[in-house]
């Protein structure tokens, strides 16, 4: 492996005096990179990771586990069906037993909020756990979140400008300190601490060690995660399932798009996702249903199909990824998105045969390259929004037919009435609903209703009599 393409910027404390002399609180210098290259990391018959005792001398940190072990050992985690939380667990048992250190916690970004969250620990947190949050940039933690970079502290590590004590954590205690950033395919997913009681000036090889299984665990923990919306994902489709049975209710629709877009919104992580509609008469798209971190959005005026950024998905029938909105001079709210902090943009378009009926558009906050599977996703879930919709429209024409045959039946009935006790004709009958409708702006049925009434009530009155 070249590790002058994998290994993160090295960043360390002067209270460390094995790496200060080396690398005094810069990016690991070009000239250091030969000596992390001699670790063979690819031959499983290669010699076990190493550590140094603080004397010198180069003591093993794990005799028995080749990388090839080590990658197998991860790989045996993640397939397994754990829990984030317990998958975690593991993944922090096997950094603490691979580089010897006293404690390790893991904290996972937070995208909603821009906030690293404490989720997981080698020693007892349960109260802790999901409670401890530091923005990105706050304390060493979100230093190395923000900016992607190894932080070594060897000892005093509390000393640190950047250091946030937190006073329920008593590893914050400890003299020395290593975070990496846990970070799969370019995104970060997190942070990982590595925590030693005594001095220990951290070598280039451990540093090398623990970028590496950072690197594995952001795959891992990515995965996990990503497992787990689909889960929700899941749960949410199962709910619209349910939600069938419900066809005949007024507001199935509304009900229907509002959980895709929220399942959708879970699903990706994204702070705004939106299901708009095709106006034919008007030639625009007008938003129906949307979950999204502030109400602004849901005021946008709808937006014309003809010269509108999501327009060109109805145009085109395929969907657009768009890396910034703010850079696209047919984006047409620039300034609430700016406002809003919405980056990359993938609109789906929602077809019913051959037409395109509306979209599924989904933000995210940071730039983002939206994955094959990620499409796919979205493509699948339009297809059934779009079958959602369809019925919808269905049953609405079936229901407003129905409600028209039944009108029809009672009109035809009280003119009947009306013949028989006013002796007039059918159209004439007929003529005085249609102007007592009018000149009392009530419906035709209405009418009708009343008329049928008034004669059962006078059948009923007649054997008293």
Known sequence: MDFRRSLPEIHVSPVCPLLSAAIPLQPLSATLIPHIETLNWTNPESGSYTRSSGRGERVPVMESKSQVELLHEISNIVSSNLSLEQMLQELIGLAVEVTGCDACLVYLVDRGRKEIVLRASQLPHAREIGHIKLKMGEGITGWVAQNRSVVSLGANAAGDSRFKTFPKLQEDTYQAFLSVPLISAGELTGVINIHHK????????????????????????????????????????????????????????????????????????????????????????????????????????????????????????????????????????????????????????????????????????????????????????????????????????????????????????????????????????YLKLRNESRRLRRPMRDLADAVILSDELEKQRKPSD
Do not use: W
């Open 198 to 429: 005594a001095e220990h000036p951290h070598t280039l090889d451990e540093i090398a060690l623990a970028s590496f299984l950072g690197e594995q665990m952001g795959g891992a923990i990515a995965t996990s995660m990503l497992a787990e919306r689909s889960e929700r994902a899941t749960r949410r489709m199962e709910a619209l399932v349910g939600l069938a049975g419900k066809l005949n209710e007024k507001n199935y629709l509304d009900r229907i798009l509002q959980t895709i877009a929220e399942m959708v919104a879970d699903k990706l992580d994204s702070p705004v996702c939106s299901i708009m509609l095709v106006d034919e008469e008007r030639k625009e798209l007008t938003i129906s249903a949307a979950r999204c971190s502030t109400e602004d959005y849901l005021h946008r005026g709808p937006l014309k199909i003809e010269d509108s950024l999501i327009g060109r998905v109805v145009r085109e029938g395929r969907p657009i990824m768009i890396p910034n909105v703010l850079e696209e001079k047919q984006y047409r709210y620039p300034e609430l998105a700016r406002k809003t902090g919405l980056s990359s943009l993938l609109a789906v378009p929602m077809f019913t045969r051959d037409t395109v009926i509306g979209t599924i558009n989904i933000y995210t906050r940071e730039p983002h390259q939206f994955a094959a599977d990620e499409i796919d996703f979205v493509t699948v879930v339009a297809g059934q929004a779009a079958i959602a919709i369809e019925n919808a429209r269905l049953m609405s024409e079936t229901l407003e037919a129905k409600r028209a045959l039944e009108t029809r039946k009672v009109v035809e009935r009280a003119k009947g009435i009306m013949q028989h006790k006013l002796g007039i004709t059918e159209e004439d009958a």
